[in-house]
């Protein structure tokens, strides 16, 4: 299993600002991902957090606009640039592992970060 | 991408039985199909997952027909406390599944006394 800590949990920032949204796991891990989950909305793949290269993004996500860092196996940033109320949503950070009893993929999400725009 | 279809929502009464199913028509070969339950404010959390036939653990049970096409996540006398959203993913990433472990919309489950 893996446990998963976010800073902030929430933020109001101001339009045209850059917010950077820390994951902290306790183990490490391959794979990391970030998700945006719009009000309502289901969960949306941002791009996957590559350990010592750069972070591969989703259709409709740019690395200009949602900046990932991964220096090592239990930690990643991911900034929102130039915020607009549009980016208003809530920022999850997950992390996969080997499934328990040896089943398939386990994911596990951080609370999430808040983040509203104004 | 293995798409899922589920029923946007669905409400039930304390201590009833809740089946919410979900289909995946073209889910590959080393996928398996993961059940995850979330609250609001809360990130989504691991309920049940599978590959095959049935599976059941303290919580749920997951059936899963011969075909893979569908699977049902079975809820045993839901309770207040189980109104969240479940979402049914497909996908394989650590097992070289063809697919990425993509949201659906979910189904909003209610539950009432």
């Known amino acids: 299993s893996a446990v998963i800590s976010q800073k902030p949990s929430r933020d109001i920032c101001q339009r045209g600002t850059s917010l950077t949204i820390q994951c902290q796991v306790d183990s490490q891990v391959t794979m990391m991902f970030w998700y945006r989950q719009q009000p309502g909305q289901s969960l949306t793949l941002i791009a996957t957090?590559?350990?010592?290269?750069?972070?591969?993004?989703e259709s409709g996500f740019v690395i200009d606009k949602f900046p990932i860092s991964r220096p090592n196996l239990t930690f990643s940033t991911l900034t929102v640039s130039n915020m607009s109320p549009e980016d208003s949503s809530i920022y999850l950070c997950?992390?996969?592992?080997?499934?328990?009893?040896?089943?398939?993929?386990?994911?596990?999400f951080g609370p999430g970060t808040r983040l509203t725009v104004l | 991408l293995a798409k899922t279809t589920q029923p946007i929502s669905m409400d039930s009464y304390e201590g009833q039985e809740v089946n919410i199913t979900c289909s995946h028509n073209?889910?590959?070969?080393?996928?398996?199909i993961t059940w995850y339950q979330q609250f609001p404010s809360q990130g989504p959390r691991f309920i049940i997952q599978?590959?095959?036939t049935k599976v059941t653990n303290e919580v749920a049970s997951l059936f899963i027909p011969a075909d893979r096409k569908s699977s049902t996540l079975s809820l045993p006398r839901v309770s207040l406390s189980d109104t969240a959203v479940y979402y049914c993913l497909v996908g394989g990433l650590l097992t070289g599944g063809g697919n990425k472990l993509t949201f659906g919309t979910g189904t909003q489950l209610k539950v009432e006394l």
């Open positions: 599978g590959y095959k």
């Open positions: 957090a590559n350990q010592g290269s750069e972070a591969t993004y």
């Open positions: 073209n889910i590959a070969t080393n996928d398996y």
């Open positions: 997950s992390v996969v592992t080997s499934g328990r009893r040896g089943l398939g993929d386990e994911q596990f």
